[in-house]
């Protein structure tokens, strides 16, 4: 079982920046996948960005220009690098790690003000 956990959410200003993190405790993190998703209330989960174990990167099309995912396997951690953020951000994103099975973590609550 891994556990995945998300931080870094928060309240911030239209245009304004956050960095959300994601931890994996896992002794072969290095082989996983991982995604970030999100959900605003009332619409379906949608997928935000994913970064594979050799790094190579993926982006929706809303976030593209503005959001960077990167990973630090030292750290065993995911980031989602936030900028430019616009009220339509507002939503619960989550982080996922792929390998055999997929594990998600709790969510953290980003809400941007206009």
């Known amino acids: 079982q891994v556990q ?3 931080s870094g959410g928060g309240l911030v200003q239209a245009g ?3 960095r959300l ?3 994996a405790s896992t002794t072969t993190f290095s082989a996983y996948g991982f995604g970030w998703y999100r959900q605003a209330p009332g619409k ?3 997928w935000v960005a994913g970064i594979s174990k050799a790094g190579i990167t993926n982006y929706a099309d809303s976030v ?5 995912i990167s990973r630090d396997n ?3 951690t995911v980031y ?6 616009k009220p339509e951000d507002t939503a619960v994103y989550y982080c996922n790690a792929d390998l055999l099975n997929t594990y998600w973590g ?9």
């Open 4 to 6: 995945v956990v998300e």
């Open 64 to 68: 593209k220009g503005r959001f960077t």
């Open 106 to 114: 709790q969510g953290t609550q980003v809400t941007v003000s206009s």
């Open 80 to 85: 989602l690098q936030m900028n430019s953020l």
């Open 21 to 23: 993190s994601c931890a």
């Open 74 to 76: 030292t750290k065993k």
């Open 44 to 46: 379906q989960r949608e």
């Open 16 to 18: 304004g920046s956050l």
